[in-house]
């Protein structure tokens, strides 16, 4: 090989280039010839054919944008809408002099600065013969003036289209989220060909997950237009597919009831059902109204919104992340049974103080003096910090932090929201990941033992969790939605939602442990008091965790209830019928003093209303009443009544439906 | 240290403005393409200055490329080659692992600027077969046309998976001219044509579904009144009726009442014909034909075989680009995303082709000294 390398011909090499270049320049010439031949086809030989369809070339295809899918709740009750609405367009091609029309416009119709800014930005984007949005939403009097004044502005037109309506504004706004008109990002994400003519797009929550679902698929019209392209009839319409409709798995009254029970105090609440990982409500306080997002939010109610100190936008339900508190402890008892570091019947002394050999400083109980000798079920009644410093530390943080991350600590859990907060888990990789690399430290297993530390948990989270521990430890991903219906489609269609996994817990009698000590913290403990007048029995256990971290070891003296709401945040979580559990619900109070008497009743209250639908009950997994289904998708209600109305018409219909469904 | 890295910086520029070491004739011809391309896009874009002016700044840039790449001796760029066909090679990996773009991923984002690495091949690529086959015995053996092969094969496929069709069409292209001219026999070449035909009811099975609706449409434009179907049909209909001689500039009603989609980019000679005739598309076809037929006289005169070869596919692979471009808005090819050298609007192309010529321009400046 070498040696004939040595030997290359380099003169016979170029000879056989040019050979070689000279055969390809001929083989291109010949392409070319076939190239020019075709031309030759179609501008000489049917020149005549081609120049006919040009100048009677006047059908062009027109998309229809589909309507998109509606979203109700579990029964029915209308919470995402679409109604007509009327809008400004301008054809730029048409204005001789863009300003001197705009300032003339707006003395018949008031244009706002916001509007003419996204006017222009898309008037940028746009062809010369797109007509351009100016201003969305028109009312009644804007009609009218504009209708007189018409003669005035042949380029502008008042154009029909349907624009998203949310009738119970705040109550859903964190969940449903909202849609907004679409905008040059947008248009690099999306396939263009399924977004012709469409004009708004789903930004956060539902609205943006189910994108896809709500959508639908565009038509289209092929009309006949005149040299000016003006519309001169429609010769032929494929109608539009418009998007499935939503059911969610939340019920209206739990979700107001939830709202109501934080009466205005910044918070988060989640329920959820045990048994299939159906949101039954999910709250986040304070709101705002979504509807003033769908045609674009003027720039002082955008700043009002997000300088406003309790930052309505902030989901906390999904994006918080606060210290858990004790509302780990049962979670870590379980642990502690499951890996056999402790039996039921096994005691710890908490004499008030716990401290680390070699230590100086101490860890403390919540009462001076401790409670005594406690077992599993009295300590997680008492919420004894000491049995549960001992059980972190025997458990040890890697088998601690492996056993918590089962109930979803420390990442998503996998709802049908995006942008989900993770929280924290403490974990020696957490630690060395974002803290320092200086090791873990008994002293922090210690504090994570309690729910302090570097913990950090969304409602969701605990919600989610609660609600696996409820479900005896079977894990299903948070649902929001449970059935779509496409058009034509008779019956909503359920979505399967199975169990994520085996359930967690080994041992049964494991669960009965950890029920009884929940049961315990009801009736004797932290939360004595929350049961009263209640038809089930509840389980739970309160939290109440430091925003601050300590910087003396002296007991709080202060026990005046704003001092202590200033310091610290209030977490409730139970579930009921402790017997056979229905329903799990976590609530957040971001200042609360206590857990128990602070977040303890905003839990009740969402047992409350969820109680209210169990005396007519519906099956779980097919809740919906079909015979008071609302007009299909894209149909517009005639009234806008209270909805509050709706949903009790609602309820025969649910009843009478019953008889038929499984 | 300072001022002499400034002096010789001097002296450099000073040396490209006043001794440019291009060839003529082609330079001349790619500056009348150049503004045949401006003028047919002032038309296509309703007399829009902004993307006249837009296209015209790409095309400074491009010209100030190529003379700054005419000044790198062909052996300097070949020394080079491995590396910089690995480095764009590995950009493709990236992008197939984080890209972004509409649909495909072809992009890849450095913060500053988005560019297309696929877009690097179409020179890498031509300039790795030359490299590999500079050292070797050609006409090139069984293995050697095994390996080059190999070569062309991966970044292709990478390309194809993004999915973009037409640039892995003409990166293949750019390779397998490389080859074809280094001299494998013609019936090689005829077995090869012949397995790669075999292979297409294989290689339809690995089409994407809109891909093969492509195909579909260009059978039987009326299944897709929206989408592509009109594209050729409303392209045909442009063509046909602008005659021998064409409506006259900015006379396109096709394209001015909007019944010609993209047509300032991939259907701008669509609007080019339609104005101007059969009479100018040949005229245009012969100014394409003169500068492929002056990059192959050029890799003649080539000092050594990677010249030869690097200068003949680069000229041969311009060739693709007008024949499937040319092709497609003649309804006798698929839409596939090739623009029309110099003409279609926007792109990289525009500046890639000029760096292509840049290094003609190199491969011109030192060639064999006759007598």
Redesign the interface.
Known sequence: MKL??SF?D?RG??A???????A??LL??L??GL??A???F???T??D???L???N?SV??R?IPPARGLIYDRNGVLLADNVPAFRLEVIPEKVPNMQAMLSELGTVVPLGQDDIDAFKKQLAQS???DSVPLKLHLTEDEIDRFAVNRWRFPSVAVVPYLTRHYPLGPLFAHVIGYVSRIDADDM??L???DY?GTSHVGRTGLERYYEDVLHGKPG?E?VEVN?D?QTQRVLKTIPPTPGQNLYLSIDVRMQKAAVAAFEGRPGAAVAIDPRNGQVLAMVSVPSFDPNLFVNGIGQADYNALTYAPDKPLFDRALKGAYPPGSTVKPFLALGGLEYGVRRPQDTVLSTGEFCLPGQKRCYRDDDRGGNGTVNMVRAIELSTNTYFYKLALDLGIDRLSAWMSQFSFGSKTGIDLTGEGEGVLPSREWKAKHISKQGWFPGETVITGIGQGYWAVTPLQLGHAVATLAGHGTPYLPRLVMATRASGEARPQMLPNPPSGPSLIQKPSDWNVINEGMRAVITGGTGKGINDGFPFLIAGKSGTAERFSRTSDAYDTNKSTAHLAARHRAWFEAYTPADDPKIAAAALLEAGAWGAKDAGPIVRKIFDSWAATQVNPTPSDTPLPYESLPAPAGSVPVEDQPVEDRSVEAQPAESSSSGDGP | MIDTMAIRMQRFLRRILTRPRIDLPLAAALFLLAGVGLVTLYSAS?SSMAMVGGQAARFVLGAALLLLISRIPPSMLRNWTPWLYLASTAFLVVVAVLGEG??ANRWLNLGVMRFQPSELLKLTMPMMVAWYLH?????PSWKDSAVVGLLIAIPVALIAKQPDLGTALLVAAAGA?AL????MAWWRIGLIVAAVGGMIPVAWHFLHQYQRDRVLTLLNPESD???NG?HII?S?????????FGKGFQQS??SR???LPEHTTDFIFAVF?EEF??VG??AL?VL??FI??RC?WI??EARD?YS??LA?ALG?SF?VY??VN??MV???LPVVGVPMPMISYGGTSAVSLLVGFGVLMSIHANRKMHE
């Open positions: 004939r390398r290359k380099t090499e170029s056989l280039f040019q050979r070689r270049a000279v390809g320049f291109i010439l392409s070319f190239l020019v075709r031309f030759h179609l501008q000489v049917h020149h054919e081609f120049a369809r040009s100048t070339n062009k295809p998309a062809r010369r013969f690099d994400r396939d263009a060909d012709k289209y092929l040299a392209g | 309703d509409r649909g050292p070797r015995q050609l006409p001219f074809f001219l280094s001299g009144p929206l989408g009109w409303q045909q209909i442009a063509v046909g009726s602008g005659g021998m009603t096709q009442l909007d019944f014909s005739g059969l598309v040949i076809i394409y034909a492929i037929g192959l890799a003649m075989t030869r070869l003949g041969m060739f007008v024949f040319g092709g003649a309804g006798m």
